[in-house]
């Protein structure tokens, strides 16, 4: 269900691109191809030979305020970018650039003084078209411009925000459902043909009864997204048509409240910095004295006082009497007639696992798409290196992208959090600290991909705060770990526990630079084959184990190994220099202990006398404890 406030459609012959009311300079417009509505109603814009502008365009009249300026468009030619422009004058103007063949966005060029609050994107629509949105604030608007770019470049940008370039007389556009409309993000296109539109406010109110709802305790769970980021409130109340005696959840800027009122706010709590614009789950457990509130899978307050309110009656996409009425997306909405488990209430508001399950075998990561990247905020670029590769990618929103055969971008319905499921051909991941590298966020499934190298596989991946898959990777393939998690600054667990390292070679910076890593059990792992281990836990404060169970014979350079880190427990330290002196490991060793302090005058001591001199190792720690 989709609820949008009122706009209206402030550009007539919104489709009739044909009709008088627009003009054409230096190209041809031909009504050619089914538009987004299925109907043979879209354009082709296509260039002349002229060394000019080429556009179409309309005059326009606002009055001072917030504006969405919007435009379908199709690729036709792959060289041609639509210029979506708005000028008061050859001096004063606003122009984005996008290309639907590659989706490249320009960055924005605002000149003169007419013009602010200006952002811009663009989202994949079906059968190859987009939708381009260019929001801005304004006094005056004397034309809408949709013209032909060669290029996403600022420097193209000249007079009235479009470029002059000499045309081939063949490339172009396809184009359709302009709107300019009150409001700082777009709506639902409104078709108009001859005058202004309005589409009224959709509500939803009045739903249930008394008999249905239960008041002395029950559960109130939707699962929404909102259309805009917003300091206004957007309501969901479960109330008898009262603002002082309800159950509400509610949307505001970046943030997600609980609430349960009689009369006065008697419970209240609210879930931060999270994007509004993306599909949660949700959940109030209502009962006296027994209240708490899930986000997402976890319970993020509860309180142990209060009555919740009587005479319940009615759902409303409001505040219980109409006012902050609900503008969104909505999956779901539920009543639970008894206040649920914490176990119900997990599962209820956790995401489904039927995408995990569908193949356990598969690579699975979850991302973050309006993290910084190289890629828009609405998508994702999988990275990779090498040859080798003819890989399936499957998307937790519903798309099936086959025969990869190098990195690729998914580009999703909406930016926010996505699971990626990899199957088939896929040797390497390579984000190697640069692309997509601060958009994943966890590791969910290993699956069964046989790695041939994880060299650099996550270095940089500094928003990857866990690693939660319960599989290990298969690495059978491959002799390195080469920075395998190095600069992963956030992370803070890794099951490592059953990895079969046994033939890798080279573990050097596998670990390096990650401050926040605290559950990482290598205990048990078996170094047979290991040669070279510098840097491997460089500046990882957290990290604590022992490494007395490991088999050091092999191992020839172990520079920096624990350089700038806190260092180990001095029991850990201790079992740890006892284990390896006894094991007449490889002569001349340099080794970094970081912090790591030994137990003085015993075994230990001696064990770290041993290596040094009997195995000549220079050894750098922080002492006797």
Not at 428 to 456: C, E, H, V
Request: glycine share 8%.
């Amino acid at each position: 269900m989709l609820l949008e406030p009122a706009r209206t459609n402030l550009v007539t012959y919104s489709e009739d691109l044909s009709n008088a009311a627009w003009s054409i300079l230096n190209v041809t417009r031909t009504l050619s191809g089914i538009a987004p509505d299925n109907e043979n109603t879209s354009f082709l814009i296509k260039e002349n030979s002229s060394n000019n502008i080429h556009e179409i365009y309309r005059g326009t009249s606002i009055s001072s305020g917030t504006y969405s300026l919007s435009l379908f468009v199709k690729n036709f030619s792959d060289n041609r970018y639509v210029n979506v422009s708005l000028s008061n004058n050859s001096t004063n103007y606003i122009s984005i650039r996008f290309n639907p063949y590659n989706e490249d966005l320009s960055s924005i060029v605002n000149v003169g003084s007419v013009y602010s609050n200006v952002n811009a994107s663009y989202r994949l629509i079906s059968n190859g078209w987009y939708r381009v949105n260019l929001n801005f604030t304004s006094n005056n608007a004397s034309f809408i411009q949709f013209g032909l770019s060669t290029t996403s470049s600022d420097a193209s940008v000249g007079n009235f925000g479009l470029e002059t370039y000499l045309g081939d007389n063949s490339s172009g556009i396809y184009i359709w459902g302009a709107q300019l409309e009150a409001g700082s993000y777009a709506t639902s296109y409104i078709p108009t043909d001859g005058t202004t539109v309005t589409r009224a406010a959709e509500t939803c109110t009045g739903a249930g009864n008394a008999q249905v709802f239960n008041d002395s305790e029950g559960v109130l769970f939707a699962e929404m997204a909102a259309l805009f980021d917003t300091s206004t409130y957007l309501q969901l109340s479960l109330s008898n048509d009262s603002a002082s005696n309800r159950h509400a959840l509610y949307y505001s800027a970046d943030d997600l409240a609980y609430i349960s009122i009689n009369t006065t706010t008697v419970y209240i709590t609210s879930k931060n910095n999270f994007s509004v614009l993306e599909f949660h789950k949700f959940a109030l457990k209502y009962k006296a004295n027994d209240f708490s509130a899930w986000f997402d899978g976890t319970k993020i307050n509860s309180s142990n006082t209060g009555t919740p309110p009587s005479n319940l009656s009615v759902i409303d996409f409001d505040n219980g009497v109409g006012v902050f009425p609900f503008y969104g997306k909505i999956k779901q909405i539920g009543i639970y007639d008894t206040a649920l488990t914490d176990i119900e209430l997990e599962n209820l508001t956790t995401e489904t696992s039927e995408f995990d399950s569908i193949n356990p075998a598969a690579f699975i990561m979850r991302v973050k798409t309006y993290n910084t990247g190289t890629s828009a905020s609405n998508q994702f670029t999988i990275p990779t290196t090498g040859t080798g590769y003819n890989y399936t990618i499957t998307t937790s929103d519903g798309q099936v992208i086959e025969n990869n055969t190098g990195s690729t971008t998914i580009t999703f319905s909406s930016a926010g959090t996505h699971d990626v499921r990899i199957t088939g051909d896929f040797p390497r991941i390579y984000f190697n600290n640069g692309g997509d590298k601060s958009k994943l966020i966890d590791i969910k499934n290993w699956g069964d991909i046989a790695w041939t190298s994880m060299q650099n596989s996550f270095a940089g991946c500094n928003q990857l705060t866990d690693v939660s898959a319960e599989d290990v990777p298969n690495l059978s393939s491959t002799i390195t770990l080469y920075g395998i998690f190095s600069n992963c600054t956030l992370i803070t667990s890794v099951n490592l526990t059953n990895w079969d390292v046994s033939n890798i070679q080279d573990f050097r910076y596998a670990l390096d630079s990650c401050p926040n890593l605290s559950v990482a059990n290598i205990t048990s792992w078996s170094l047979t084959s290991a040669i070279d281990v510098r840097f491997m836990f460089y500046n990882a404060d957290s990290f604590d184990y022992s490494f007395a169970n490991w088999d050091i014979t092999s191992i020839l350079y172990m520079d920096g190994f624990l350089q700038a880190a806190t260092g180990l427990s001095t029991a850990n330290y201790d079992a740890t220099l006892i284990s390896w002196a006894a094991q007449a490991p490889t002569s001349g060793i340099s080794i970094n202990f970081g912090g790591s302090k030994y137990t003085s005058g015993g075994s230990a001591e001696a064990a770290r006398t041993s290596l040094q001199v009997t195995y000549g190792w220079t050894i750098v720690d922080g002492g006797p404890a």
